[in-house]
């Protein structure tokens, strides 16, 4: 089965714990905008990110904050960092690297640096019609210039919205613009 499904491509952003955020800031989240996955939203604030000198300055915080500290970045980031974050599922945090992160209030050093792995969100109803489950593998083509056919893993959640998540380097890679349709091959 081959369905259309939209292209979203994420830039480097971080996720916090309710702990760490007060830490960092002295107000309250606020939204910026609504992300197209229910319930998620870009917020208005930003911190840096920093590996000794290195550094990277306006990283947005995605909300709500959540129960862990994930930091999400490219290979390309990786390399102005001066770091070799694991590529990894959201959530899955063992062994992942530590980051220093920076805001006028403060400092600190969480672990949770991560690249991303390409990832196909969906509601447990879309898996049905689709015979997959939470973890599979699927293949998505990119037609195009620079066309390809590439593994995403599928991540099912209550209010997921189908999509093909990737981050800036994939999306680079193969030409693509935030909001292109590909093609899930189930």
């Not at 959201?90 to 690249?115: C, M, R, Y």
């Amino acid at each position: 089965m081959e369905i259309p499904i939209k292209v979203r491509i994420s830039n480097r952003h971080v996720h916090l714990t309710e702990e760490v955020y007060n830490k960092l800031f002295n107000e309250t989240l606020e939204k910026k905008n609504d992300l197209t996955q229910t319930g998620q939203f870009a917020s208005c604030q930003t911190l840096t990110i920093k590996n000794g000198e290195n550094s990277i300055s306006n990283v947005r915080i995605v909300g709500p904050l959540r129960n862990y500290n994930q930091i999400e970045i490219s290979k390309r980031d990786a390399r102005t960092l001066g770091v070799n974050p694991p590529v990894r599922r959201s959530g899955d945090l063992e062994d992942s690297e530590n980051i220093t992160l920076e805001t006028s209030k403060g400092t600190i050093t969480v672990q949770g640096l991560i690249i991303a792995n390409r990832h196909v969100h969906m509601n447990e109803q879309d898996a049905l019609n689709l015979g997959v489950k939470d973890k599979d593998i699927v293949k998505v083509k990119i037609d195009g210039i620079k066309s390809g056919i590439i593994d995403a893993e599928v991540k099912v959640t209550p209010e997921g919205v189908l999509e093909f998540h990737v981050d800036t380097d994939d999306g680079n890679a193969f030409l693509l613009e935030d909001g292109d349709e590909v093609i899930l091959k189930v």
